[in-house]
């Protein structure tokens, strides 16, 4: 499986309307979780970050919010952001524009945001124009660095280094509280939390 784990600037230069990290004021890092509510993954996810008294963003997926309210609300309840994934897990290459803003906005019945992540971070310029027309505010968060623990072909060893050696302040670092990055996820996690606090860098909630 071939990926970028560090975004490259041509990419961020097309896409400049979306958000690929924040100002590196400060020592501050930003990690996000992608599809869950997760039955397993998400309360792990968030005992780690009670551990460390780190903050996070969950991208959610609508009909995961659906399944699993309960946890969803341990997300907001613990104080930390949380932004639409769409309802379904939606390709924006692959889904024409009117059913994947009808999707986007079938989510956002469930999930009070402003944030958004397109699922695969595939998203046409298009939709970007209607996302923003129809909901005033939004922003598209991408990222910084990806962790590649959605990868079955590594290990979580590699999604530690995956992160620990390009993560700076104002990074944006994708994870999965999802099934099949399970494993790999829950042995980089801790490691990289533990990172952030012998280097002193702080985990937060993204915020505009």
């Not at 979780?33 to 969950?58: C, M, S």
């Not at 990289?192 to 002193?200: D, S, T």
Request: charged fraction near 20%.
């Amino acid at each position: 499986m071939f990926y970028l784990t560090k975004t490259p600037g041509i990419l961020k230069a097309v896409y400049k309307s979306c958000i690929w990290n924040m100002p590196p004021s400060g020592n501050k890092v930003y990690l996000t979780f992608d599809d869950g509510p997760h039955p397993q993954a998400t309360p792990f996810v968030l005992e780690q970050l009670a551990r460390y008294q780190a903050k996070a963003t969950f991208f959610c997926i609508g009909k995961n919010v659906v399944e699993h309210p309960g946890i969803y609300q341990q997300i907001l309840e613990a104080g930390h952001a949380v932004g639409n994934h769409t309802h379904n897990h939606l390709n924006g290459w692959k889904t024409g524009t009117e059913k994947y803003i009808e999707n986007v906005l079938e989510a956002g019945k469930y999930i009070s945001s402003t944030l958004f992540r397109p699922p695969y971070g595939r998203i046409t310029p298009f939709q970007i124009r209607q996302l923003k027309d129809k909901i005033p505010g939004v922003k598209i968060i991408m990222w910084d660095l990806l962790s590649g623990d959605f990868d079955t072909g590594i290990n979580g060893e590699a999604c530690v280094q995956n992160v620990v050696f390009k993560l700076a302040p104002g990074s944006i670092v994708v994870f999965h509280d999802s099934t099949k990055a399970w494993d790999r996820m829950e042995y980089a996690l801790p490691r990289i939390l533990e990172f952030c606090k012998k280097k002193g860098l702080e985990p937060a909630a993204l915020q505009f």
